[in-house]
């Protein structure tokens, strides 16, 4: 009866999962789709960064953040402010009246670099503030708001709206930040042109592998003991309080976490897609991100990335060919999933799907088990969530 | 007359709160001694409970003072009163329906309660051997892998207990821990309850009046937010107010 109780890494089911997940992106997709589409596909897969913080953060943790663009958005600004950078020297910009600034700058009457650009001269700067800047501004919405103890719904609408006056500064200050057009033309990475199929492809890769880190720091997040009292928290905060836990401070944690994440997504579109602009950072592209997570399954961390990939792939496909539908299509897909699959594709897969073939090999004596749900669900919270309240507006 | 001598674990002076002008707890004092168990009763609305969450800072007083070892509970944090060795058992059962009994117990195992601690907390040894000593205390050592929405309501409880029990704090509080549990289901808690207030301080707010005399050390009978009466239980039982307000009926 001794019941061996460790607390796995991964567990076998898991392992093949991520296995699964491995071969699309770094075997099928890179050997099935061209260049053009593969460089789609990588940009794609930029938002499931988001979309993994948002497992963590509004799946466990209950804590729904309806501007994961702004962090998404920082990462990507701080890596598009190098490479202008590094695109705009004295030479190439040599028809400014000040040679040596970033165009958008020379357009705008400014004449000399804002001291706070200065650092993005550095790669090494850059890189960190990719992560730094994201972690630091929601740490600072982190305590106002959880220190506050404002959660809920209340916390949906506050980083919507911070998300909105993000947008409008970044649009305002066309002179430092290039406006609503954003940071556009980005030609070199230290020399090596980001432009071609070559480094597409190659950045492609790259972003694939910290993808995977993500997500193995993730799952190792949701193995620890903080992964089982996000959980407990979404429950039952109180009683995790009365525990003992400062609860403010873990969900300051997986906030930051989720930032984190967002903002090395929105470094590898800058450098997939070759420019960052204020469309990624506002309000529809945060929703939308809730949105991919909802779809995979916002229990599941794997689940999101597939969530993100599909979602996606039908955004492309079908505003192609109906580009006014496809809002429309979005939200009922979004309203679909609260109301009937609570826990979108992964729970559609570990509810209905793997148990019929569970039963379907059950004659050949194979040791069934039951499923390992990716989180628990909490079932009863899904159809009157924030998100789906936010859905219905 | 306020008694600042040290040997009370806790002391609650004039404590008062006030919900819009409503006192639901008025001017209350009350000193609670080591390794006694104290009973409060009163008739519903009373200010029992609000008693409970002013102790463990649920609720924020409007003025009074309320020591726990020469620590002034008031201005401390919810968390930071736990760890200085305050439990407190909510009236409705609260458990974390989503994980299992095993994973309920350790999250209130007393290590790791920092982010960092819990993101490199370790399950070793220790851990599990205290989870399945206290799990057979609280009678669930047999469903220790259950998910605890499958318990009943007595057992959900139990698990509480066994929560605040795990945290070995020196002064626990329950708010009516028999309250909607089958007659066997009350005996059995109650030879928990015996066995568990042994080497700490109590505090448990429960109706029922034979609980009360079998586990009180003293009691303390609380109407509109004041003590109307307090002592020995048949003192208590005796008391001419008391029987009026309370007992009577
Ligand atoms: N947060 C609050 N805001 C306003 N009024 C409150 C609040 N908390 C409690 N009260 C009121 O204070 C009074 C005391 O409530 P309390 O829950 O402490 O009673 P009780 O003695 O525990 O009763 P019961 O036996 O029913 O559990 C009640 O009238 C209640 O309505
Ligand atoms: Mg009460």
């Known amino acids: 009866m001794q019941i061996d109780r460790k607390t796995r890494f991964l567990t076998r089911e898991e392992a093949i999962y991520f296995g699964l997940l491995a071969a ?8 099935a789709l061209d260049s053009f589409r593969l460089n789609l596909f990588g940009k794609y897969l930029t938002y499931a960064f988001v979309a993994i913080g948002l497992v963590l953060c509004w799946g466990a943790g209950g804590i729904l953040s309806l501007g994961q663009g702004v962090f998404f958005g920082l990462g990507g600004y701080a890596m598009a402010m190098f490479l202008k950078l590094e695109a705009s020297t004295p030479e190439a910009t040599a028809i400014q009246s000040t040679p040596g600034i970033p165009d958008f700058m020379d357009w705008n009457q400014i004449t000399a670099l804002p001291w706070w650009w200065e650092p993005f001269n550095s790669l090494a700067f850059s890189l960190i503030a990719v992560v730094i800047v994201p972690v630091a501004f929601a740490f600072i919405i982190g305590v106002a708001m959880f220190r506050r103890r404002v959660g809920g719904v ?10 909105a006056i993000l947008t409008i500064l970044i649009i305002g200050q066309q002179g430092f930040t290039g406006g609503v057009n954003g940071i556009t033309d980005l030609r070199t990475l230290k020399g090596w042109d980001i432009r071609t199929d070559e480094a597409k492809e190659i950045l492609y890769f790259v972003n694939a592998v910290l993808l995977f880190a993500c997500l193995f720091a993730a799952q190792y997040v949701r193995r620890s003991k903080l992964g089982r009292l996000l959980i407990a928290m979404r429950d039952q905060e109180d009683r995790v309080r009365f525990s003992g836990y400062d609860v403010a401070s873990f969900k300051i944690f997986v906030f930051c976490l989720g930032a984190a994440f967002a903002g090395i997504g929105g470094a590898m579109f800058t450098l997939q897609v070759g420019f960052m602009s204020p469309t990624l950072v506002g309000i529809v592209p945060s929703i939308e991100m809730v949105i991919f997570a909802a779809v995979g399954g916002r229990l599941s961390i794997l689940g999101a990335v597939y969530g993100t990939l599909l979602v996606n792939w039908a955004k492309t496909t079908l505003s192609e060919s ?14 679909a999933v ?22 379907l090999f059950a004659g050949r004596g194979a040791g069934a088990r039951p499923p390992a749900a990716p989180f628990p669900a909490n079932s009863a919270s899904a159809p009157d969530s924030p998100a789906a309240k936010a859905a219905a507006e | 007359m306020s008694i600042h001598q040290t040997s009370f674990v806790l002391s609650v002076e004039d404590l008062t709160v006030s919900f819009d002008g409503f006192k639901a707890v008025d001017g209350l004092t009350f000193y609670v001694e080591p390794n006694e168990c104290r009973v409060m009763i009163g008739p519903n609305g009373a200010g029992k409970t609000t008693v409970l969450d002013l102790i463990c800072g649920r ?26 060795g305050v439990g407190r058992k909510f009236q409705t059962p609260s458990v974390y329906e989503d994980l299992s009994v095993f994973e309920n117990l350790e999250l209130s195992f007393p290590r790791g309660h920092g982010v960092f601690g819990s993101l490199f907390f370790r399950r070793d040894a220790e851990v599990k051997d205290r989870i399945q000593e206290i799990a057979e205390t609280i009678f669930l050592a047999d469903l220790l892998d259950e998910k605890a929405a499958f318990l009943s309501h007595g057992q959900k409880q139990w698990l509480e207990i066994g929560m605040l029990l795990i945290q070995d704090p020196e002064l626990l509080m329950l708010d009516e821990p028999v309250a909607g549990m089958s007659v066997a289901e009350r005996k059995k808690t109650a030879e928990l309850l015996n066995r568990i207030i042994d080497h700490r301080s109590v505090i448990v707010i429960e109706h029922d009046m034979g609980f009360v005399e079998d586990i009180a050390t003293r009691v303390t009978v609380l109407h509109q937010g004041k003590t109307l009466s307090e002592g020995k239980m048949d003192k208590v039982k005796n008391d001419p107010k008391v029987i009026e307000v309370y007992l009577g009926h």
């Open chain 1, 24 to 31: 699309v992106i770094f075997l099928i997709l890179p050997l």
């Open chain 1, 154 to 163: 209340y916390f949906a609408i506050i980083t919507q709206a911070i998300a």
């Open chain 1, 322 to 335: 109906f580009p006014e539908l496809w809002l429309l299509g979005l939200g009922a897909l979004f309203i």
């Open chain 1, 338 to 359: 609260v109301m009937f699959f609570p826990n979108g594709l992964a729970g559609l897969w570990s509810e209905q799907v793997m148990p019929r073939l569970r039963k």
């Open chain 2, 59 to 84: 609720t924020r007083a409007t003025s009074g003072s309320v020591r726990f070892k020469d620590q002034e509970l008031l201005s401390m944090r919810e968390d930071q009163i736990v760890l200085a």
